[in-house]
């Protein structure tokens, strides 16, 4: 059974930084797609990025984020990060990390929740003005 445990949530002022860490057992990385996305109070789940393979490693991002949120994975701990600097209020929601069950494709589809099998039960971010 795939289990992922998300960590770093916190509260934060606006411009500041937090990174979330996200625990997977069950499982080695691997080349599945991993990803994250958040749900804001009222809001529906939105996709904010995600690690996929194609030919190689492939990055997405919201465009909300691009620039300042930095998606990665360490294979050896079996973890994969969000680091997330200048942070703004907007960003205030809750944070979900996710993995595919297998191949994502096209690879633009690791931008969509449906693509992920597995999830984590989320952290809070709160980002105060």
């Known amino acids: 059974q795939v289990q992922l445990v998300e960590s770093g949530g916190g509260l934060v002022q606006a411009g500041g930084s937090l990174r979330l860490s996200c625990a997977a057992s069950?499982?080695?990385?691997?080349?599945?797609?991993m990803g994250w996305f958040r749900q804001a109070p009222g809001k529906e789940r939105e996709f904010v990025a995600a690690v996929t393979w194609s030919r190689g490693i492939l990055y997405y991002y919201a465009d909300s984020v691009k620039g300042r949120f930095t998606i990665s994975r360490d294979n050896a701990k079996n973890t994969l990060y969000l680091q997330m600097n200048s942070l703004k209020p907007e960003d205030t929601a809750v944070y979900y990390c996710a993995t595919s069950s297998g191949y994502v494709f096209p690879p633009e589809a690791s931008r969509q929740s449906k693509s992920y099998a597995y999830w984590g039960q989320g952290t809070q971010i709160t980002v105060s003005s």
């Open positions: 069950g499982r080695t990385f691997g080349t599945y797609t």
